[in-house]
Each structure stands twice: as structure tokens, then as C-alpha cells.
């Protein structure tokens, strides 16, 4: 029996590859670039299987006359990208892959947030200019973190497991979220809160909220406006949750001491104004960007291909 033809949209860590090319009849040899929708379609007219990522648009008109398509494996945990209800009609199943990324993107936000508190970017550009005279009693002052309260918006996997990183910082914990938490032994000090009590009194704000309709500036005008002008926005959800605009108006006007992004409204391209606000750190969308965590991700989306064409429900189905 032949081999199911697998369309991969973007060159995946060497172990994920190598596994691909075993279980697989690949359409293709990706590359490290984003390809075009052009490309994205004609891969998925082709293939038995595929894997995209979310920089893909997977829309409707992508979804249709592809007659061998069965399956589309998105690489992230987020499926955004892809028409849900287009890929239902067409009999297609849709996976992603949770729970793996998990603690990568919870380290990824602490390392933003202790980084705008205490300036982390700024000074390394300091020393590197060649322009440090040396230590000063009052030179870079920054922020503590250790004892202040942290505000997640969110609390599902991603922001459970930043509030459990905050109890070595004897941190107090406000959350907003559809459903409650029970406390566990590190939880006791976790409150449920609105979304306005909890943007009034954290000194940290962490947004860890899918990207839906109701999501989409989700922190706007508004929402900035009821934060502490000593609060420090942290988003490393979706790009657009947060309104970049608004972010860019109150950081300018200092009715907010900083903020941490690793993502953006319109990804790769930002608010040029950030690029020159010190008082902001911005990566490149490196949540899950560790190779232990990439490779996994691969390989989740593997196993959810592979029992598709078994005949099994596939572990991580969408719809």
C-alpha cells in the first residue's frame, strides 16, 4: 500500500523531517520561508495530508476542490488560521497540538516580564554601545517583581502555568476567566476577578487568551486606561487581543510603564513607534521556540496524520 502524499507549508526541525519522510510521501521539500496562498493551495489540492502553521490562511476558497485532502495538521495550538466550518463541510479533519508548548511559552513570559521590569534589553544595548561609565547608585533604576500582583487574562493551560511560576515570587495572583479554579497547594493565593478590578489593581498584566471574535481587542483604549501607570503589559497570546495603536498611545503619554511582546497585529510588521519606545521589549513570536518543544510539535502533528489514516479518532482533533 502506498504511502498517504503529506504538503508541509514550512521546513520543520531536522527530527520532525526525518520522521516525515519515513511515514510519509512528502508533496514537497519546504522551506524556511512563509509561502504564498498560492503555494499553501496548490500543495493542499495535491496532498492526502497536510501540516500548516498559523501564518497560514487557511480560508474557504483554500478548502475548496482539494478532493484528496482528509486531514490538516496545524503546527500551534491555536487554529485561528483555518475556517473551521469550511474544512468541517469538506469532510476535512482539523487538529492542533496542546498542552505540549505549554511551559516553553510560560518561561517565555517570565523572561518578558522580568525584563521590562528591570530593563533587561536596555541595559545590554547600553554596555554593548560603549558608553557605560561604569555602575551608579541611580543608573537604570527598574522595577521589583517579588511580591507584586500579577493580573492574567486567561487561565487556561498557558496561564496556570505562569501563576505557578509567580509563587517564587510570593506574588499575589488576580485572574480573569470563563470558569473558576479551584486552589491547589500553590493556587491559595489565586482570585478570581472582572477583567476592569483586575486591570485596576495588578501591577503585571499577562494576556494568555485564544484569539476569537469576542477576543479581538480584547485590551483596547479602555481597558489601558483603567491600568496603573506603574503596570506592565505582557502579551504572548495572539497579536491582535491586544490594540496595538492604543498599547502605543498610552506607553507615549506614560500611562503605562512598559510592555513585553512577542506578538503582533499584523505579524511580521508592528507599530513603528514601538521600535523606538525603550521602555518596550519585542521578540520574534519565540513562545514555543525551544527544539525540544518544535520538534514535539511536529511530531504531535505526525501522530494525529498517522491515526487519521489508521482509522482512529486523531489525539488532538478539532473538529
Known amino acids: 500500500m502506498s504511502r498517504p502524499t503529506l504538503y508541509i507549508s514550512r521546513l520543520l526541525p531536522d527530527p520532525v523531517m526525518t520522521a516525515a519522510h519515513q511515514r510519509f510521501q512528502l508533496l514537497n521539500e519546504p522551506r524556511d520561508v512563509s509561502p504564498s496562498w498560492d503555494a499553501v493551495k496548490a500543495g493542499l489540492r495535491e496532498a492526502d495530508a497536510a501540516i500548516c502553521t498559523l501564518t497560514d490562511r487557511v480560508d474557504a ?20 488560521n483555518i475556517d473551521l466550518t469550511a474544512a468541517t463541510k469538506q469532510g476535512i479533519v482539523v487538529t492542533n497540538t496542546p498542552d505540549v508548548l505549554t511551559e516553553s511559552t510560560a518561561d517565555l513570559t517570565w523572561a518578558l516580564m522580568l525584563a521590562v521590569a528591570r530593563r533587561v534589553a536596555e541595559g545590554d544595548a547600553y554596555v554593548r554601545s560603549g558608553a557605560w561609565p561604569g555602575w551608579a547608585p541611580t543608573q537604570m533604576l527598574g522595577t521589583d517583581v517579588s511580591g507584586k500582583v500579577l493580573g492574567i487574562v486567561g487561565m487556561g493551560r498557558i496561564g496556570q502555568a505562569v501563576a505557578h511560576r509567580a509563587a517564587g515570587f510570593n506574588m499575589h495572583i488576580c485572574y480573569s476567566s470563563r470558569t473558576a479554579h479551584a486552589p491547589d497547594r500553590l493556587a491559595a493565593r489565586w482570585e478570581r476577578r472582572t477583567l476592569p478590578d483586575l486591570l485596576r489593581d ?17 485590551i483596547g483604549p479602555g481597558q489601558l486606561a483603567l491600568m496603573k501607570p506603574t503596570a506592565f503589559l505582557i502579551n504572548t497570546s495572539r497579536g491582535p487581543v491586544l490594540d496595538e495603536a492604543a498599547l502605543v498611545s498610552a506607553l507615549l503619554q506614560r500611562r503605562l510603564a512598559g510592555a513585553g511582546l512577542d506578538v503582533f497585529e499584523q505579524e511580521p510588521a508592528f507599530h513603528p513607534s514601538l521600535r523606538e519606545l525603550r521602555q518596550v521589549v519585542l521578540l520574534p513570536h519565540l513562545g514555543s521556540a525551544t527544539l525540544a518543544t518544535r520538534v514535539r510539535m511536529g511530531m504531535i502533528c505526525l501522530e494525529n496524520i498517522a491515526a487519521v489514516f489508521a482509522g482512529v479518532p486523531a489525539p488532538n482533533q478539532v473538529t
Open 202 to 218: 495588578s501591577d503585571f498584566v499577562s494576556l494568555h487568551v485564544p484569539l476569537t471574535a469576542e477576543t479581538q481587542h480584547l
Open 61 to 80: 476558497a483554500m478548502l475548496t476542490d482539494v478532493p484528496r485532502l482528509k486531514v490538516l495538521a496545524n503546527y500551534a495550538v491555536g487554529y485561528n
